[in-house]
């Protein structure tokens, strides 16, 4: 039996994420301080202040110039002040094409921000613009995991957001809403499963054609991060949906990563042929590549308390911290 998502716990995520990490997996962030940290590791409240309306300003300048010169394109490009969407003359431009499928990123992405700040009324324009113009029928290929983490994350935490009935950042709710949101976030999940639905070994495929599935001859290798990143957004849209399909496979691909640990160290690889299973890049650490996937375990355990990515978590913790932390 699925079970429903508490609407109430997305937004406090962060806050319950500090509170879980420092109580139960090993104290990571308690140690002494020296007297450099005791001196300068707190702000006084007005540098505190200042920082926070500098933030709130850097975010509504990039914010307001892709609006004015980039939207509804995907994203801004900075120095021809333009808008900028996929490489459709160089098909093998990963760098651009990885994310960016012609469906308005920036503004996507940029929702959750808008309902945090309290910007209530751009919100609310916000998603009738997503709701509208967005759709993801395009004849693009992009990153499963760029594209979960920022479209699929977007859409969930913005549907969770408006449905919060604590209303901690205010009545974000327009009031013709019905849910739309997690229809697109449902309807961009399934466009994803042919990554797995291809795969050999349940690790899904790095990428996607929205339209048409996982291109014939495409790479086959990917990160670990990007096949073990997927838990917490699968997670949440299955529970919202009923349909466990999505937990399940995300669970699989961590499952399999698992069992493709290191026999002697435990540890994992960071690039691996999801055909063939075996290791491409041999290269163990906390970096890029490799970082989301041990912070997915933490977070899907806290979010849906299941006790083998707990497990799995601390196991990796300690195994890191045994071999690599002296280099």
């Not at 919202?240 to 399999?256: C, F, H, K, W």
Request: aromatic share 12%; with cysteine; charged share 25%.
């Amino acid at each position: 039996m699925v079970v429903q998502l508490r609407h109430w716990l997305w937004p406090h995520v962060i806050f319950i994420l500090a509170v879980h990490v420092s109580e139960c997996a090993f104290n990571i962030f308690r140690y002494p301080l020296n007297s450099i940290e005791r001196k300068y590791g707190s702000l006084p409240e007005s540098e505190r202040l200042k920082l926070k309306e500098d933030t709130r300003d850097m975010f509504y300048f990039g914010y307001d110039n892709y609006m004015k010169y980039a939207y509804p394109e995907d994203e801004l490009n900075p120095i021809l002040c333009r808008g900028r969407g996929p490489d459709r003359d160089d098909p093998s431009n990963i760098n651009i094409n990885d994310i960016l499928g012609d469906y308005s990123l920036t503004l996507i992405d940029a929702l959750d921000t808008l309902a945090i700040l309290g910007d209530v009324g751009e919100f609310r324009r916000a998603v009738q613009l997503v709701i509208e113009n967005v759709n993801f029928d395009k004849n693009s290929t992009v990153q499963v995991f760029e594209a979960n983490i920022r479209l699929l994350g977007a859409l969930l935490s913005a549907h969770l957001l408006i449905e919060d009935k604590s209303q901690p950042f205010g009545n974000l709710e327009p009031e013709w809403y019905n849910g739309e949101l997690l229809e697109m976030a449902s309807d961009l999940a399934s466009r994803f499963m042919p990554a797995f639905e291809s795969s050999k070994t349940g690790l899904p495929h790095p990428r996607v054609n929205l339209r048409s599935g996982v291109p014939e001859g495409s790479r086959t290798d990917t990160c670990t991060a990007g096949a073990g990143s997927l838990l917490v957004e699968f997670g949440v849209l299955s529970r919202l949906i009923g349909d466990p399909v999505y937990e399940m496979s995300a669970r699989r691909a961590n499952r399999v990563l698992w069992r493709l640990r290191n026999e002697n160290t435990g540890l994992l690889g960071n690039v691996v042929d999801v055909d063939t299973g075996k290791w491409v890049g041999e290269l163990s650490g906390v970096g890029a590549g490799l970082d989301s996937f041990y912070e997915y375990l933490l977070k899907a355990y806290i979010l849906f308390g299941h006790p083998e990515d707990y497990y799995m978590f601390n196991e990796t913790y300690s195994l890191i911290k045994h071999y690599m932390r002296r280099g």
